[in-house]
C-alpha cells in the first residue's frame, strides 16, 4: 500500500517540481556516491552563480557506479569549470535581447517569431545558453505582459509562424497554455505554433492526459524538444512521446553537440534511430553556443561536420538533422555539413556520395531558364501565388533574382567603401 502511494507520488510532476534536488548533499544522498570536501566546495561555488535544479526522475536515469562519466550527469550536475570565462563568451551571443521589439519576442526572421512565454524550466540544463537568465527570474510572465507579445504579432501581418520558447512553456498551467495558444492561433496570419520544451526528457509525467486534451485544440500545433542522449529516451519518456503523437502533434527533436556526452558519431546515430522509432524527427543539431560557462562543452566544428558525414546516406534520411551553427551576434542558424558538391562546368557538376562514389550530373543542354519578373500571369509556369505582388527577396537568395537589381551584398561600414565615398568613386 505504502509502495503504491509512493509511485503514484512519483508519477506526479507536481510532486517531482516540490522536491527538485538543489545542493551536493542531496545529490550524495540521492545517488549513494560521495564527494571530496574540496570538490564539494567548488560546486557550492559554482552552483552560486549558476543554480542547480534536477529532477528526482531525470537524476535517477543517473547510473551511480559510473557517474562521473554519466551523461545525464553532465548534463545535470554543476561542473566547476562552468566559472572559467573564456575570451570569446558571451552574455547573449544570440542577441535575443537586442533583437526583442517588445518584452519577450525575438523578431529575426521575415515571418517567424520567438515569444519567450515561461522562466521557469522544470531543471536546469548546464549547457544552457540562456544561463545568463537561469534562476534569476523564476517567475511567469504576467497576462498584461503577454499581451503586448501577442499584440505585437497582430500587428505584423508577415509573422506565420510563432514559437513559444522560454524557460519551458510547459511549465505553465494547463489553464494557462490553453489562454495563450488560442490568443495565438485567433490570429488569422499565424499559421503555425510551434513549442519548445525539454519536459519529454526531464519531467515526461508532465504530459498529462489533460494536457493533451489542451493540445488537441490547436489542430497547427508543433512540438519540439531536446533529447540529447539515448539513455534519455527511457520507457517513461517513451510514453509521453507517444501521448504527443498519437494526439497529432508533429515532434522534433533539437538536439546540442556537448563533448563528452554526445559528440561521438555512435552515440548520435542510436539518438536519431531511436527518436525517429518514437516518431520523433531529428530537426536541428546544434553546435554549442558562446555562452558563459559553457567552454568545456564546446567541441571543434569538424567534429559535427564527422558526425553528419557518418549520419547522411548510412541512416534513414528522415533520421538525419541539419548541423547548425547559430551565429554570434543574431545572425540565425546556419547550416554546415561536408561537401558533396565537389565541382562543376557549364553543362556538368560533379558530386561525391556518403560512399566516395565520385559522379557527375549533366545539366540539360536546352535549359534556357525562364526569367522571373514576377508576372505570374504570363509566365508558362502558371504559378498564383498568394499576394505575388508583395513578394519580396532578401538575402543571398535577393542576388539570385532576375527582378532585384542588386548584384552584390555589402556590409555597413564596409572601410573599402568608405574609401571610395571620399572620392574614389563607386565599389559595390
Ligand atoms: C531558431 C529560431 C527560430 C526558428 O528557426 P527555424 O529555422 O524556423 O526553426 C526563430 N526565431 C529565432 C530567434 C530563433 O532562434
Not at 51 to 66: E, F, G, H, K
Amino acid at each position: 500500500m505504502k509502495e503504491k502511494m509512493k509511485l503514484e507520488q512519483w508519477k506526479d510532476w507536481k510532486w517531482q517540481r516540490k522536491n527538485l534536488i538543489k545542493d551536493v548533499d542531496s545529490v550524495e544522498k540521492m545517488l549513494g556516491v560521495k564527494f571530496e570536501e574540496e570538490e564539494k566546495e567548488s560546486i557550492r561555488k559554482t552552483i552560486e552563480k549558476f543554480p542547480m535544479a534536477i529532477t528526482p526522475y531525470y537524476l535517477s536515469l543517473i547510473d551511480p557506479l559510473n557517474y562521473k562519466e554519466d551523461p545525464v550527469f553532465k548534463q545535470a550536475f554543476p561542473n566547476p569549470e562552468e566559472l572559467s570565462i573564456s575570451s570569446c563568451d558571451m552574455k547573449d551571443p544570440l542577441s535575443e535581447d537586442t533583437d526583442s521589439p517588445v518584452t519577450g519576442i525575438t523578431h529575426r526572421y521575415p515571418d517567424r517569431v520567438l515569444f519567450h512565454v515561461s522562466n521557469v524550466c522544470a531543471m536546469y540544463c548546464r549547457h544552457c545558453t540562456r544561463k545568463r537568465k537561469v534562476g534569476d527570474t523564476d517567475n511567469i510572465p504576467s497576462r498584461e505582459e503577454l499581451e503586448k507579445g501577442i499584440e505585437y504579432i497582430k500587428e505584423h501581418p508577415e509573422v506565420r509562424d510563432v514559437l513559444l520558447s522560454g524557460g519551458d512553456p510547459l511549465m505553465l498551467s494547463d489553464e494557462y497554455l490553453d489562454w495563450i495558444l488560442s490568443q495565438v492561433s485567433s490570429i488569422p496570419h499565424v499559421e503555425v505554433i510551434r513549442i519548445g520544451s525539454r519536459i519529454p526528457v526531464v519531467l515526461p509525467y508532465r504530459i498529462t492526459d489533460a494536457l493533451i486534451e489542451v493540445f488537441k485544440k490547436y489542430e497547427n500545433l508543433w512540438l519540439n524538444t531536446h533529447f540529447n542522449h539515448p539513455n534519455e529516451i527511457t520507457d517513461t519518456a517513451k510514453k509521453s512521446l507517444k501521448k504527443l503523437s498519437l494526439a497529432g502533434i508533429p515532434l522534433g527533436n533539437q538536439s546540442v553537440l556537448l563533448r563528452d556526452v554526445n559528440d561521438c558519431p555512435r552515440i548520435q546515430k542510436k539518438l536519431v534511430q531511436k527518436l525517429v522509432q518514437n516518431r520523433v524527427r531529428p530537426y536541428y543539431l546544434y553546435q554549442c553556443d558562446l555562452s558563459e560557462g559553457l567552454e568545456h562543452f564546446r567541441t571543434s566544428v569538424g567534429k559535427g561536420i564527422e558526425i553528419m558525414e557518418s549520419l547522411r546516406g548510412h541512416t534513414s534520411g528522415f533520421s538525419v538533422p541539419t548541423y547548425v551553427i547559430d551565429a554570434p551576434g543574431g545572425g540565425g542558424k546556419i547550416p554546415v555539413m561536408p561537401n558533396y558538391l565537389i565541382s562543376w562546368s557549364a553543362n556538368k557538376v560533379i558530386l561525391r556520395n556518403y560512399e566516395g562514389v565520385i559522379t557527375t550530373y549533366k545539366v540539360p543542354d536546352n535549359h534556357t531558364s525562364n526569367s522571373c519578373d514576377l508576372e505570374c500571369k504570363e509566365c508558362n509556369l502558371q504559378l498564383d501565388i498568394d499576394n505575388a505582388e508583395e513578394y519580396k527577396a532578401v538575402g543571398v537568395y535577393k542576388l539570385l533574382t532576375d527582378y532585384e537589381e542588386e548584384i552584390t551584398l555589402t556590409p555597413e561600414n564596409l572601410e573599402r567603401r568608405e574609401r571610395s565615398e571620399n572620392g574614389y568613386g563607386e565599389i559595390g
